[in-house]
């Protein structure tokens, strides 16, 4: 079983980045995808944002033109930097990979995003 540790949350004031982090505890390069998930208090978890390859990315609406995924095989490495950070941002950041029909998620993280 591959653990994936997430870090990188904190407080942030609006307009503000942050840069999340995902290792995994094993090699990611046989996961068929990895992406990140949110969820904001009385909110259902939520897509944020899901890489493949790098030709193969999906963002939501949300966060278009704002938060950018990366992945680094070489260092077993999800990368999620947030930028214009909202007040609605605000949320558990987890983070998700998908190998041979397996869901494998972190702990996840917290953003907050105020004044």
């Known amino acids: 079983q591959v653990q994936l540790v997430e870090s990188g949350g904190g407080l942030v004031q609006p307009g503000g980045s942050l840069r999340l982090s995902c290792v995994a505890s094993?090699?990611?390069?046989?996961?068929?995808?990895m992406g990140w998930y949110r969820q904001a208090p009385g909110k259902e978890r939520e897509l944020v944002a899901r890489v493949i390859t790098i030709a193969s990315i999906y963002y939501a609406d949300s966060v278009k033109g704002r938060f950018t995924i990366s992945r680094d095989n070489a260092k077993n490495t999800v990368y999620l930097q947030m930028n214009s950070l909202k007040p609605e941002d605000t949320a558990i950041y987890y983070c998700?990979?998908?190998?041979?029909?397996?869901?494998?998620w972190g702990k996840g993280t917290l953003v907050t995003v105020s004044s």
């Open positions: 094993g090699s990611i390069d046989s996961f068929n995808n």
């Open positions: 998700h990979g998908f190998r041979n029909g397996m869901d494998h």
